[in-house]
T-cell receptor, first 114, second 110 residues
Framework: EAGVVQSPRYKIIEKKQPVAFWCNPI?????LYWYRQNLGQGPELLIR????????DSQLPKDRFSAERLKGVDSTLKIQPAELGDSAVYLC????????????FGPGTRLLVL | GDSVTQMEGPVTLSEEAFLTINCTYT??????LFWYVQYPGEGLQLLLK?????DKGSNKGFEATYRKETTSFHLEKGSVQVSDSAVYFC?????????FGTGTSLTVIP
């Protein structure tokens, strides 16, 4: 069974440029999460989807971040414009259902904003 | 609110040494507890979990017991290997919410 797929693995951009990350969750997983992981820290939730609905986006900086999960499968996280402080690893995770609680993580996208 | 606190690292051990990484939690309900491991350049992988008090999760020689009386979920391994070098995250899952500790870096030297 394929795991959570993310692309790109690495991205270097200049500040004020836009950037987008893509995630394909494990087949059949309805719940999808986007996390940001700063260096030396644990992951922090940005947004959680149940199917195509964003049910928790309280930690998403909505002035520059946006996300979508059309058709309830793949998801895209976008930053526009990027700032220096956005440099981090962006992790996508999925789970079969909320009751299971176990999340399966992708390899992440390492973003560097210059 | 719910939270997880784990011991700060880094931790450096010789091969075959005993490992303990402490994790305590605060929760209003009855959470599930997890240990995730992150190898260099990779995403987080589930190492083990426990869903209720007194449960013991185990995998790859690692163990952790869900202790409600001490609100703890300490990770242990009797004999570490060089390949165990990684960052270990304790996490708490309570229904819709998931909280991670800050991670403990482990380096095992031959």
């Amino acid at each position: 069974e394929a795991g959570v797929v993310q692309s790109p693995r690495y991205k270097i951009i200049e500040k004020k440029q836009p950037v987008a990350f893509w995630c394909n969750p494990i087949s059949g997983h309805n719940t999808l999460y986007w996390y940001r992981q700063n260096l030396g820290q644990g992951p922090e939730l940005l947004i959680r989807y149940e199917n195509e609905e964003a049910v928790d986006d309280s930690q998403l900086p909505k002035d520059r971040f946006s996300a979508e999960r059309l058709k309830g499968v793949d998801s895209t996280l976008k930053i526009q414009p990027a700032e220096l402080g956005d440099s981090a690893v962006y992790l996508c995770a999925s789970s079969g259902d909320v009751a299971q609680e176990t999340q399966y993580f992708g390899p992440g996208t390492r973003l560097l904003v210059l | 609110g719910d939270s997880v606190t784990q011991m700060e690292g880094p931790v450096t051990l010789s091969e075959e040494a005993f490992l303990t990484i402490n994790c305590t939690y605060t929760a209003t309900g009855y959470p599930s507890l997890f240990w995730y491991v992150q190898y260099p350049g990779e995403g987080l992988q589930l190492l083990l979990k426990a869903t209720k008090a007194d449960d013991k999760g185990s995998n790859k020689g690692f163990e952790a017991t869900y202790r409600k009386e001490t609100t703890s979920f300490h990770l242990e391994k009797g004999s570490v290997q060089v390949s165990d070098s990684a960052v270990y995250f304790c996490a708490l899952g309570a229904g819709n919410q998931f909280y991670f500790g800050t991670g403990t870096s482990l380096t095992v030297i031959p």
